[in-house]
Nanobody, 123 residues
C-alpha cells in the first residue's frame, strides 16, 4: 500500500484547509485510516481516524468539532477538513493505514504511512 498526502500550506488562524490522502496498491487490505501530526521534539499524535469500509470516525479532543474526516472508497482517498485552525495545529500531518481489525489510535499499530504534509497556522 502506498499513501500520498497533499493539501498542506500556510494559513492564518481561523482559516480552513483540506488535506487529502490517496491510497494505492493493496487497498482492499486496509481496515482503518487515520491522520496523525507531529511537531519537532514531540511524539506523533493522533488526530482523526475512519473505518475504511464504514462511516465510523473518531477524533482527538483537541480537534473535535473543528476537523472532519471523510473517505471516498471509489477513489481510495481520505480527506481531513480542518476548520477554525489555530496556531497550535501547526505540524506535519501524516496519513496512515492499518490492516489490523483492531481499532487503534496508536501510531505503532499502523502499517503504512504517507510522506507528510506541512500545515502552518499563523496567529
Amino acid at each position: 500500500v502506498q499513501l500520498q498526502a497533499s493539501g498542506g500550506g500556510l494559513v492564518q488562524a481561523g482559516s480552513s484547509l483540506r488535506l487529502s490522502c490517496a491510497a494505492s496498491g493493496r487497498t482492499f487490505s486496509i481496515n482503518q485510516m487515520a491522520w496523525f501530526r507531529q511537531v519537532p521534539g514531540k511524539e506523533r499524535e493522533f488526530v482523526a481516524t475512519i473505518h475504511f469500509s464504514g462511516v465510523a470516525t473518531d477524533y482527538a479532543n483537541s480537534v473535535k468539532g473543528r476537523f472532519s474526516m471523510s473517505r471516498d472508497n471509489t477513489k481510495n482517498t481520505v480527506d481531513l477538513q480542518m476548520n477554525s485552525l489555530k496556531p497550535e495545529d501547526t505540524a506535519v500531518y501524516y496519513c496512515a493505514a492499518s490492516v489490523s481489525r483492531t481499532y487503534s489510535v496508536v501510531p505503532s499499530m499502523y502499517d503504512y504511512w504517507g510522506q507528510g504534509t506541512q500545515v502552518t497556522v499563523s496567529s
